[in-house]
């Protein structure tokens, strides 16, 4: 039995077909094509949630995505878990489980709502008032409790183990909704022959058609005339129907998202089938049929369960076959209302009655309520209702004042009117303008190609809507070049022409209407919450907004805005046009990370970068860091070793006899041209000028500001040519400012750069045994130190294939680089390699390669510099030409904060305890006593333990750091303060003689 | 996201091939090392951000790698006109867009 509440011969789905699911631990039969929300009304369960704040019960309010009271958590397995699941949206599957949320121990027995109890403190704001005091009670009171009470919902533990799709798609025709508008403008694009996107958030097409009994369409009930003519668009080849779709962004240029949910609605999915679709459209026009959403009526107690949207009764009634009371209330500003009492009542269900604020709703609603018996109390408001897990009564009043009287109800459905849907609009940066007459925002000022049509554009009436949709789709259909007969429009007609609708709290209400009339269900925001905030001195909406969370939950204010607005609006003495709405931003509706994300999770987050020589240093063992996108060596343990005893023991061998790093990750850029070297001299702060073939030089680069930006050895190959090296991370962007500069600043000079970054391998070889290692290698090359002295660049061949070999170092030691091209990276490591190990030498890996370059006081651009130190600063203004006229920084360097005293310079610290290494990041003071805030000197940059040394070596930067060397200052940390003494950057070999061996 | 017409490859591409590279037609001074602390500012630091039209320049970063130049609405996102690198400034007139750069949107 599907639920008492199931009216046999009512709704479309069929009872043959059925699922069990659970819900807080008790089992439920719903029916194929039933929500969360439908099945269980048809049990009669209305308590299906707890609010955000005040954990008052609630249950559902609608019966579509602006759903803002019942969400739940829906899982398949305990990794295929989501919270927040709207109930009116999620499709039962066999073997659902679902969850309330924000409620311990249970959704009726709740000790959450001692918070509606302690309301009058939460009132709204009340987060930049309360638990000020203690100061001490914050952290580890306040803090904790409220993170744990904060939220609705829990997020799963587990990874999600679904994946999700995406698809990019261009078309002629983008429609957005699939009701009668949308359907009818699809159909004279796709018949005019363009390609067209039909795109409806429900499971089938139809909009209103779900619920709206009286309409009809070429004759036929409405509804199924929308699955016939879906049917026939589907079947086209020039139109896709995308069903289960949210628009949920508009971006630029007409690029709009859609969300596919493929499975959530299956039992059991197909392995293959992503969970979920994003669909990025770039549609030459964009329809927006998007349509209107129901707003309810502003009084107290106007959330209890069982108090729910009319049109949202009408479709459990009408599309489900659920009647979601026995005795149902009626409170409407709205003539549509009386249409969902009428199905209601032809469907067996009594009408306690109508109570209808205006004093002359429609006649013609008027005349069939009288003719069905119905009492219809004109003029007049409901101003509370009693019950607590379930409504039981109305209360009501004539406006002017006057006893309450109190009727008995199990639901009570409400209706102040229809908001046209202008999210999309909006989204698209079009500008809406007041239609005063009828109370809401029409698009008005349209940015991009699109068109509104439809309730969302304010034509209300089914035969213009259907006419002024299909008008439009043909319309965009030529602009597009489509040409094929669009034939005849569909004609549309319906029972009744509604009118009426209202914004803000009704008459006779009271402006200080005690109690809780709520505006925004999901956030527990009242009407007396948006006064107060005026009263605060809030006079913009959009502070309006944040001060009392009104909008701000995950529907979005879809029922909240417009009674938030007429209430400040009133309350600031200002007409609606001028208070405003905020800002409508995507996603319409809530879209998962997967959907966003697409494949790029996990290893596909980031493309990985990878040396030539990167199998190798894997075989041997060597640990990864990631630096950047690269995957570089960071050390290589021996069997046994930790990363300390490994790093310690690859710097004692580079030091003793050897050391081979790969250091391919460098970026590497070909200058070439007769003006390189006068390009060169503009990047750089040396002089170039002076550098001959076969010599390297240190470079130095700034940006115009005078700061350092980069660094890297250039070697010169000829007088044109030019083999410039970079940091790793920093290859990207030196090549785009050099490429600036060329291409906008000197065009007129004759140089080409190519990065070459990844064309060449770079193997390092350094230490006392550097030379005996390569030189069985090298032909065509006298390496001995008088023919290639340290800091010279030559062709020739290194095991047989061409390289270029610098004699560099990064370590401190006599070193060589050896550059081949990349496909004989690997090959020339294993013999470089072999040799290494065979003298007693080793591979070592960034780590160490820091280590040694901090022993000699090098300095690594973005470590020991971060942007705002000049070259003095970071101990290399001796690379600065002092005669050059031009480079990118002269003029920077000059400015008076660049040249005068007391800025931060690179110094070198030794700890007085030489066990005690430095954390990096850790600040300096010069008097470990003075109060706090301290006077904080400067900072560590780089700090290591030396093997070499048998102490903790560090860099920092300091203020007039080098006239304090031989001082001691302090590094205050958490549980010690730690003395230094200042040094000068170089720990190691200070007179360099290592290097020129 | 934006559809941006590269003036060297002669399409429109989406902006993820482009890198927005700062306000455009700003000549690095002549004698840079000889002018005034305040000209170096203005130079450096002093950048337009008008509620209406821009004179910008982008890369075509993942593509032909040029840098170019382009007149764009900040507020409705339009490009009015893109073209290469070393043309002179577009004046509004010339792109028939009147003389003054009001705002709002167009």
């Known amino acids: 039995m599907s639920g008492e509440f199931r009216i046999a011969g009512k709704g479309r789905l069929t009872p043959a077909r059925q699922a069990r699911f659970s819900f807080d631990g008790k089992y439920y039969t719903a029916l194929e094509g039933d929500t969360i929300a439908s099945a269980l009304l048809a049990h009669g369960v209305h308590l299906m949630g707890r609010s955000f704040k005040y954990h008052r019960p609630r249950g559902v309010v609608t019966a579509g995505p602006e759903e803002p009271n019942a969400l739940m958590n829906v899982a398949r397995d305990a990794a295929r878990q989501q919270p927040n699941v709207r109930a009116s949206v999620q499709e039962v599957f066999e073997g659902m489980k679902v969850t309330s949320q924000n409620r311990f121990p249970s959704l009726s027995f709740d000790v959450g709502g001692i918070n509606n109890l302690l309301s009058p403190f939460f009132a709204a704001g009340f987060y930049y008032k309360t638990f000020m005091w203690p100061k001490a009670a914050w952290k580890h009171i306040y803090e904790p409790v409220i993170r744990e009470a904060a939220g609705l919902g829990v997020a799963p533990k587990e990874a999600d183990p679904d994946h999700y799709a995406n698809r990019y798609a261009h078309c002629d025709v983008l429609v957005i909704g699939g009701g009668l508008a949308g359907i009818s403008a699809a159909l004279a694009a796709g ?117 729910m949207m009319a049109s949202a009764a009408r479709a459990y009634l009408n599309h489900f076959g659920v009647a979601i009371g026995s005795n149902v209330g009626v409170f409407t500003a709205h003539d549509s209302a009386y249409e969902a009492a009428f199905d209601l009542a032809n469907a067996g269900v009594k009408i306690a009655g109508i109570v209808d604020v205006r004093e002359r709703p429609g006649e013609a609603v008027m005349a069939e309520a009288a003719r069905l018996g119905i009492e219809v109390m004109t003029g007049q408001s409901v101003v509370t209702t009693g019950g607590k897990l379930r409504v039981n009564s109305m209360s009501v009043i004539r406006k002017a004042g006057g006893t309450q009287r109190k009727i008995a109800v199990d639901a009570l459905i409400t209706c102040a009117g229809w908001t046209p849907s202008v999210h999309m609009f909006s989204q698209s940066r079009g500008k809406l303008r007041f239609d005063a007459e009828n109370q809401r925002f029409l698009p008005d000022v349209y940015v991009q190609e699109c068109v509104s049509v439809g309730a969302c554009n304010g034509t209300d009436d089914v035969s213009a809507l259907v006419a002024e949709a299909f008008s439009a789709g043909e319309n965009a259909a030529r602009a597009a070049g489509a040409t094929g007969d669009v034939r005849t429009a569909p004609e549309a007609s319906t029972a009744y022409r509604w009118a009426g609708g209202m914004i803000g709290t009704p008459e006779g209400a009271g402006p200080e209407d005690g109690g809780k009339a709520f505006i925004d269900f999901q956030n527990d925001v009242c009407a007396k919450d948006i006064r107060l905030a005026v009263r605060e001195g809030m006079a913009s909406i959009e502070h309006i907004k944040r001060f009392t969370t009104n909008g701000m939950a995950s529907d979005q204010g879809k029922l909240s805005n417009m009674h938030g607005l007429a209430i400040a609006a009133e309350a600031l003495g200002k007409g609606i046009p001028e208070v405003g709405l905020t800002t409508f931003r995507a996603p319409y509706t809530p879209v998962t990370f997967g959907t966003i994300l697409s494949h790029s999770r996990g290893a596909l987050f980031d493309p990985t970068r990878k040396t030539p020589i990167h199998a190798r240093e894997e075989a041997l063992g060597a640990v990864f860091e ?30 003793t ?28 702060t040396n002089a170039w000028d002076n550098l001959k073939p076969g010599r390297c030089r240190y470079g130095i680069m700034l940006r115009e500001d005078g700061y350092v930006y980069d660094d890297g050895v250039v070697g010169r190959m000829a007088d044109d040519r030019f083999h410039v090296t970079t940091t790793t991370g920093g290859a990207p962007r030196v090549m785009n400012h050099m490429e600036d500069y060329l291409q906008t600043e000197f065009p007129h000079l004759k140089v080409w750069l190519t990065s070459t970054t990844e064309q060449w391998a770079t193997i390092a070889v350094q230490g006392p045994k550097a030379r005996d290692i390569i030189a069985p290698f090298v032909e065509g090359l006298d390496l001995s130190n008088e023919a290639f002295p340290h800091m010279s660049v030559a062709e020739c061949k290194v095991c047989g294939v061409p390289a270029r070999l610098f004699r560099m170092t990064f370590a401190g030691e006599l070193g060589f680089e050896v550059n081949v091209p990349a496909d004989f990276g690997a090959d020339v490591w294993d013999a470089l390699h072999a040799a290494t190990e065979a003298v007693g030498g080793c591979a070592y890996g960034t780590e160490t390669m820091h280590v040694l370059r901090a022993e000699k006081g090098y300095i ?134 290592r290097i020129n061996a | 996201m934006l559809l941006i017409h590269c003036p060297y490859c002669q399409e429109d591409r989406s902006e993820l091939e482009f890198r927005a590279a700062g306000e455009a037609h700003i000549a690095r001074p002549e004698n840079i090392a000889s002018i005034s602390d305040e000209a170096f500012a203005e130079y450096f630091f002093m950048r337009d951000n008008p509620k209406g039209y821009i004179w910008e320049r982008w890369r075509h970063f993942n593509g032909c790698g040029r840098f170019f130049n382009a007149v764009r609405h900040t507020v409705s996102d339009k490009f009015v006109v893109t073209y290469k690198a070393g043309e002179p400034k577009r004046s509004l007139e010339s792109l028939g867009l009147g003389t003054t750069n009001a705002g709002g949107a167009k």
């Not at chain 1, 949210?246 to 039992?267: I, K, M, P, Q, W």
């Not at chain 1, 030459?284 to 009084?299: L, N, T, W, Y």
């Not at chain 1, 069997?639 to 030091?655: F, I, L, S």
């Not at chain 1, 790969?662 to 390009?679: C, N």
């Open chain 1, 191 to 307: 018949r005019a022959g363009a390609e067209v996107i039909l795109v409806d958030e429900q499971p089938e097409l139809g909009g209103a058609a779900h619920y709206d009994s009286g309409l009809t369409v070429d004759g036929q009930p409405a509804y199924e005339w929308a699955q016939a003519a879906g049917a026939r668009l589907a079947a086209r080849k020039n139109v896709k129907v995308l069903t289960r779709t949210t628009a949920f962004g508009y971006y630029a240029h007409n690029f709009v998202a859609l969300a596919e949910r493929v499975t959530d609605h299956l039992s059991i999915p197909e392995r293959a089938a992503p969970r979920e679709r994003l669909w990025q459209v770039r549609a030459k026009k964009v329809i927006i049929a998007s349509g209107a959403i129901e707003r309810h009526m502003v009084f107290d107690g106007n959330d209890r369960p069982g108090v």
């Open chain 1, 626 to 655: 990631d630096v950047g996108n690269w995957k570089r060596a960071w050390f290589y343990p021996k069997p046994g070793e930790d990363m300390h005893q490994a790093v310690n023991r690859e710097c004692k061998t580079v030091r």
């Open chain 1, 657 to 684: 006899s050897a050391g081979i790093f790969d250091a391919s990750t460098l970026g590497k850029i070909e200058v070439v041209g007769p003006d390189a070297a006068a390009f060169l001299n503009l990047m750089y």
């Open chain 1, 860 to 993: 690594i651009v973005g470590q020991d510099t971060d942007g705002t130190l000049t070259p003095d600063d970071a101990t290399v203004g001796w690379a600065v030409s002092r005669k050059k006229t031009d480079f990118v920084g002269i003029r920077g360097l000059m400015r008076p904060d660049l040249t005068k005293s007391g800025r931060k310079q690179l110094v070198g610290l030794k700890t007085r305890d030489p066990k005690v290494v430095l954390e990096e990041g850790a600040q300096i003071v010069a008097d470990p006593n003075q109060p706090k805030p301290m006077t904080m000197l400067g900072h560590v940059t780089s700090s290591y333990w030396s093997e070499n040394l048998g102490s903790s070596i560090a860099m920092a930067v300091v203020v007039d750091g080098r006239s304090r060397i031989g001082q001691t200052l302090y590094v205050p940390m958490e549980k010690e303060t730690i003395a230094v003494e200042v040094t000068d950057t170089v720990f190691y070999d200070k007179e360099g003689s």
